[in-house]
């Protein structure tokens, strides 16, 4: 009964049947439900081609985990385009003011595409350099730079679709970025298996039907965004005020995601050097990990657009009240996940490999992603109940602290010789230290008057 109490729920068994059932579970619900599949787009494109592309040989696959890295850690650092949108645009609503929360939306559409078609420039230009910094070499390297500039051809698009669900999600809408989700998944597995085991391409092949999806998501999002923030009376031109004010006050998500995706690329760095097939199993078993993560964010993002709400017609006993209930949802989705992953972990790994080495290690590591995610269910609903609460320099610390003990503990890793089994581990353990500071914040007040992000 630790956990009840943890967050403020009776241990006695009147109080636990009580919290199987919530006012607020209709509501959180209504958002979580359609928020998953706008959340797993990229990851389930990424794990799409792991399937595909593992099919066609193990080289090939560690050349995917390699650019795949690159890929999602700048995709990573960008998500403020939707996470430092959705709590404002919430409040901005909640308040009665919807032409400045257009306004906002807009604006970050505007630098979505500043920032991809900056970041595709910088990644085509650095790609080897920084596949190379991850451990690639010989024809695993070739293999990851022909996925990484083909795909970098959809990058900006994608940024497109990212701060367009912010928008949508801050105006209580997730059913949009789920339809868009579905489609672009659609498409992107369709012509990939076209592409790959019906005409015999290549890796660059996985890599162009994952654009071409990204290209016609992020031209319908950005569409939907623009005629909603025409109706809404916003100025549409670009505001360069307003986007300096995004990018400030995304400042400390930034800093909180690129500790996250810098702990994560480590992680892959420190495969690469253990052995092609040690890699290529822990692109696997982070892909399912990641997929999953981003599941239990649907929760998360209830979070942001609820408290968010919440706290814009000052109504602090809801959003207390309905937090907790987020909370005790996301861990009992973890759980639920956690036992299938670990129950289906063999015919699972199966299906990304036939080398029987290679199925036998992703095995193996994802029981170590089944076990993480009860915990992982914990420290992605309070995140996202704090990012709603604009409570972003605390949640920049906790993670910086995160990383730096994680990196205490891969230094342990490379020194003493150990395993892949050790080092999910210590991702477990990262976990575990993001989730005290959360928990401990959580059962404070300060996050419930925290000041909204000025527009």
């Not at 039907?209 to 939907?224: D, E, K």
């Not at 990018?247 to 892959?268: H, P």
């Not at 209930?325 to 992953?341: F, K, S, T």
Request: net charge neutral.
């Amino acid at each position: 009964m630790w956990a009840w109490r943890v967050f403020g729920v009776s241990g006695q068994t009147g109080g636990v049947l009580a919290s199987l059932r919530s006012p607020y579970d209709a509501e959180i619900a209504k958002l979580a439900i359609p928020a998953l599949g706008s959340l797993v787009a990229e990851p389930l494109y990424v794990l799409a081609d792991t399937a595909i592309v593992g099919n066609i040989g193990t080289t090939e696959l560690a050349g995917l985990a390699l650019a795949s890295t690159v890929l999602l850690t700048v995709h990573a650092v960008m998500i403020f385009l939707a996470y430092g949108t959705t709590g404002p645009v919430a409040r901005l609503i909640g308040s009665g003011d919807t032409t400045a929360a257009a306004h906002r939306s807009l604006q970050g559409i505007w630098l979505a595409g500043i920032l991809g078609i900056g970041s595709s420039i910088l990644l085509w230009a650095g790609g080897r350099t920084f596949l190379g910094w991850l451990g690639g070499s010989g024809a695993e390297l070739v293999a990851a730079e022909t996925y990484l500039n083909v795909s970098l051809l959809g990058f900006p698009f994608l940024l497109l679709a990212l701060a367009a669900n912010g928008s949508f999600h801050g105006r209580q809408n997730a059913v949009i970025p789920l339809a868009l989700a579905i489609a672009g998944a659609a498409i992107n597995i369709v012509i990939e298996l076209i592409l790959i085991p019906g005409l015999g391409y290549g890796i660059g092949a996985s890599a162009l039907s994952t654009v071409i999806a990204q290209v016609i998501v992020g031209i319908t999002a950005t569409v939907l965004v623009l005629r909603w923030s025409i109706a809404s009376g916003a100025v549409n031109r670009p505001d360069r005020a307003t986007m300096a004010a995004l990018l400030g006050t995304s400042k400390a998500l930034i800093v909180r995601t690129m500790s996250l995706r810098g702990s994560f690329t480590l992680s892959t760095a420190i495969a690469a050097s253990l052995g092609v097939v040690d890699v290529a199993a822990h692109q696997v078993a982070l892909a399912v990990w990641s997929t999953l993560a981003l599941a239990l964010d649907a929760v998360a993002i209830a979070g942001q657009s609820l408290t968010g709400k919440w706290l814009g017609v000052g109504d602090l006993t809801r959003a207390r009240a309905a937090t907790r209930r987020m909370i005790e949802v996301d861990v009992a989705v973890g759980v639920v996940v956690g036992l299938i992953i670990v129950v289906f972990r063999q015919p699972l790994a199966g299906l990304f490999s036939d080398d029987q080495e290679l199925v036998d290690l992703i095995a193996f590591t994802l029981a170590h992603v089944g076990a993480q995610q009860p915990l992982n269910g914990v420290v992605f609903a309070l995140d996202g109940i704090l990012i709603g609460a604009g409570d972003l320099n605390y949640l920049a610390i906790g993670m910086v602290g995160a990383g730096v003990a994680f990196v205490g503990l891969c230094a342990v890793i490379i020194t003493t010789g150990a395993g892949l089994g050790w080092l999910w581990a210590a991702i477990a353990a990262f976990m575990a230290i993001r989730a005290v500071p959360l928990v401990l914040r959580w059962r404070q007040d300060a996050w419930l008057t925290a000041a909204p992000t000025s527009v």
